[in-house]
C-alpha cells in the first residue's frame, strides 16, 4: 500500500475530527439564519424530544415542558474540547437571565460508555442547567448538529429563532443580544 495514501486518509481523518468537534475558526460567524444541517431549522418549530435528565434534574425531561420559556438548547460532548470553554459562558447566561424566562438544556451526545463521565463534567465546568443524553442519537438526527457545540435558541412558542454553530470566543455577546430579544427585553 501506498505510504503516501495512508497518510493522506489519516490527515483527512483527523481533520474530520477536528471539525466535529467545534474546531471552527475564530473568525466563523456564530449565528446562521438558513443553509444546511441544524442551520436550516431557523424559523421553523423546533422538534420535540424526551431524553433522560442526568444532571439538575429528575427522570426525563422534554422540550414539550419548556414550552412558554426561551430555550437555549446545546448539543455537547464529554469528548468536546470547545465544549469546556463554552459550558461556563452558558451557565452564566442562565444565571442571569433564568429568572426572566430562559431555560438551558444541554444534550450530551456521548456514547452509552461515557455516559458517567456528564455528572462530573458538569461539575468541573460549573453547569446548573439540566442536561440530558441522547442515547440512540434520535434528538441529533431532528437537529442535525453540525459540530459539537451547537446551540439552537427557541422562542416561548417554540420555533427556532437561532441557530450557532461551534464555540468561538466572544459569542456569548451575541447570544445575549438574542435571548434578550426573544424575552422581550
Not at 60 to 73: E, F, I, R, T
Not at 98 to 107: E, K, N, T
Request: charged fraction near 25%; glycine fraction near 12%; aromatic fraction near 8%.
Amino acid at each position: 500500500m501506498n505510504t503516501r495514501k495512508v497518510l493522506s486518509g489519516v490527515a483527512v481523518i483527523m481533520c474530520a475530527a477536528a471539525i466535529g468537534c467545534g474546531a471552527a475558526s475564530e473568525d466563523s460567524p456564530g449565528a446562521a439564519t438558513g443553509g444546511e444541517g441544524g442551520k436550516g431549522l431557523v424559523g421553523k418549530p423546533a422538534p420535540d424530544f424526551t431524553v433522560a435528565a442526568v444532571v439538575n434534574g429528575k427522570g426525563k425531561v422534554s422540550l414539550g415542558s419548556l414550552q412558554g420559556k426561551v430555550v437555549l438548547l446545546d448539543f455537547w460532548g464529554t469528548f468536546c474540547e470547545p465544549c469546556k470553554k463554552s459550558f461556563p459562558k452558558l451557565q452564566d447566561l442562565y444565571t442571569k437571565y433564568g429568572d426572566s424566562g430562559l431555560r438551558v438544556l444541554g444534550v450530551s451526545e456521548d456514547e452509552a460508555d461515557d455516559k458517567d463521565k456528564i455528572p462530573e463534567f458538569a461539575s468541573n465546568y460549573g453547569a446548573k442547567f439540566t442536561l440530558g443524553w441522547d442515547r440512540d442519537k434520535n434528538v441529533a438526527r431532528s437537529y442535525k448538529p453540525e459540530t459539537m457545540p451547537s446551540s439552537f435558541l427557541i422562542d416561548k412558542s417554540g420555533v427556532v429563532r437561532f441557530a450557532h454553530v461551534g464555540y468561538h470566543d466572544g459569542e456569548e455577546v451575541e447570544i445575549e443580544k438574542e435571548i434578550k430579544q426573544l424575552l422581550g427585553q
